[in-house]
Structure formats: structure tokens, C-alpha cells
């Protein structure tokens, strides 16, 4: 460790009181390294509620990194009240993994090139607006995964919030899987209407039967037909539910039980 020079750190770690900073990696890392001049990391740390009430801004742990010259720091705190719990991210700009999990409203942007692997997930609801800054902070991105059971407050508009601009189709081209069982029935509408979404054809889509039924107006809705037309796989439950007006409304699409459903390792 004493001759150690670069040092890639990639961790989840659950805490009693205080989130990592850069004050956490100095005193418990940097100063047992002392030829190390590359440090790049990736550190989620959480807090139970039930441990702590009192938690620092995140322009306060933005200031522990005031002395790391080498990398820009990104730091991002989210309070989750449902489940219980917060939590710190904090990592090394430019971003080097491949997954990039559990992307709350918060999310700062960026461009995150070497990422193929993408998951979302928050207590309050997903915008629009949100889905083209995924568009534009992960072109690359080829699984995604979005968890959040608020209903969207703006489904209706096609006007931007900030600048009345009306709102761009959201277009993930190298898409490949789907993930949908865990999210609100506004998500999966997202996603099928051909006036929000542009789908690629070989998309693999995971998604919950009846949210399903519902969104399609039990397979007639025109407006979701065509990316519906377009998905290369279906994968839910029950399949045995599967009959021949379903079929049609999926004329190329292969049906497959949700287990069957599996993302990259």
C-alpha cells in the first residue's frame, strides 16, 4: 500500500452518522498512500433515519474536497422519507464505470460516455425534461431500469419549464433493455407513446402485465401500438394470459416470462 500510486475505489457502504467526504478519505486512505497521485472513485454512503436527523448540505460536503486537484468531484445528497433513509454519491469526474445506479432528480448531468447501464430511482416523480437529460448525459446507454411509483405531475405538457420551449421526443438509440415491473403506469405510457418516445427495434421490455392492459386500453390503443409493434421482446406474467388479440397487437414481438428478464452482470 506505501508505494501504491494509483487507486481506483468503487463502493456502497452503509454508515451510523456520518456520510463519507473528503475529510473520510484523507484521514483513512490518502495519508497511508503517500506516493499516491491518482485517485479516482465511486462512493455511495447511506444513513439510516432511525441513526440521524441531522445532515449536512451538500455545498458542506462539496468543501471536503476542496484540496483534490487531480479529478472535478461531483457530490449529490438525497433524502429518501418513505423508505427511511439518505444518502451521499460522490465520485470523480469524468465518470470511468459502466453502470451508473439509482439516478434520483438531483442529478447534476454531465456526459457519461463508458456508461452502458443505467438505473433510476425517487421518491418524487420523473418529468420529461428528465428523460432527454438521460438522453443527453448517456448516449450509450443500453439497459436502463427505472424504479419510482409517483405519478407524473406533467404528463399532459409539451412545453419545457424553463424556457416554453416545446418538448423534444426522447430518443435512447442504443437501447436494448427495459426494465419497467417497479415503476408507475405514467412511465410505461412514457415510453409506448410514439409522441414521447422514440423506441429502436430490438428493445427488450420487462414490464408488469396489468399496468400493461391498462396503458394499451387492453391492447387497442393506437397511440402505443407502434412502439408496441417495434419491441423484439415482451417479458411478463402471467403468460398463460397471452391470447391471439394480445398476439396481434405484438405481431413481431417474442412473449417471454418475467423471470426470463435478465440485465447485464
Do not use: W
Request: aromatic share 14%; charged share 20%; with cysteine.
Amino acid at each position: 500500500m506505501l508505494n501504491l500510486e494509483e487507486l481506483d475505489l468503487n463502493i456502497i457502504v452503509k454508515c451510523n452518522e456520518n456520510f463519507i467526504d473528503g475529510d473520510t478519505l484523507k484521514k483513512d486512505i490518502i495519508i497511508y498512500i503517500p506516493r499516491l497521485y491518482k485517485f479516482t472513485f465511486n462512493i455511495c454512503s447511506t444513513i439510516d433515519h432511525r441513526n440521524q436527523t441531522n445532515f449536512p448540505l451538500n455545498k458542506h460536503i462539496e468543501k471536503t474536497f476542496k484540496y483534490f486537484s487531480n479529478n472535478q468531484i461531483i457530490t449529490c445528497i438525497d433524502h429518501f422519507q418513505e423508505e427511511g433513509y439518505s444518502q451521499c454519491h460522490i465520485y470523480s469526474y469524468p465518470y470511468k464505470l459502466k453502470v451508473y445506479n439509482n439516478i434520483t432528480n438531483n442529478f447534476l448531468g454531465g456526459l457519461f460516455t463508458t456508461v452502458t447501464q443505467v438505473s433510476l430511482y425517487d421518491e418524487r416523480p420523473f418529468e420529461h425534461e428528465f428523460f432527454l437529460q438521460i438522453q443527453k448525459s448517456f448516449p450509450f446507454m443500453k439497459e436502463l431500469t427505472i424504479k419510482n411509483q409517483k405519478a407524473q405531475n406533467n404528463k399532459q405538457c409539451i412545453k419545457s419549464s424553463n424556457d416554453n420551449q416545446i418538448l423534444s421526443i426522447v430518443e435512447y438509440h442504443k437501447l436494448t433493455r427495459l426494465d419497467l415491473t417497479n415503476t408507475h403506469g405514467d412511465y410505461v405510457e412514457l415510453f409506448l407513446f410514439d409522441t414521447k418516445m422514440s423506441l429502436p427495434n430490438n428493445l427488450h421490455l420487462c414490464v408488469d402485465y396489468q399496468t400493461l392492459e391498462r396503458v394499451t386500453y387492453y391492447f387497442t390503443r393506437y397511440i402505443t401500438r407502434n412502439n408496441c409493434e417495434r419491441l423484439a421482446a415482451l417479458y411478463c406474467n402471467p403468460v398463460d394470459q397471452i391470447n391471439e388479440r394480445v398476439q396481434k397487437y405484438f405481431p413481431l414481438t417474442c412473449i417471454h416470462r418475467t423471470a426470463d428478464f435478465v440485465l447485464s452482470k
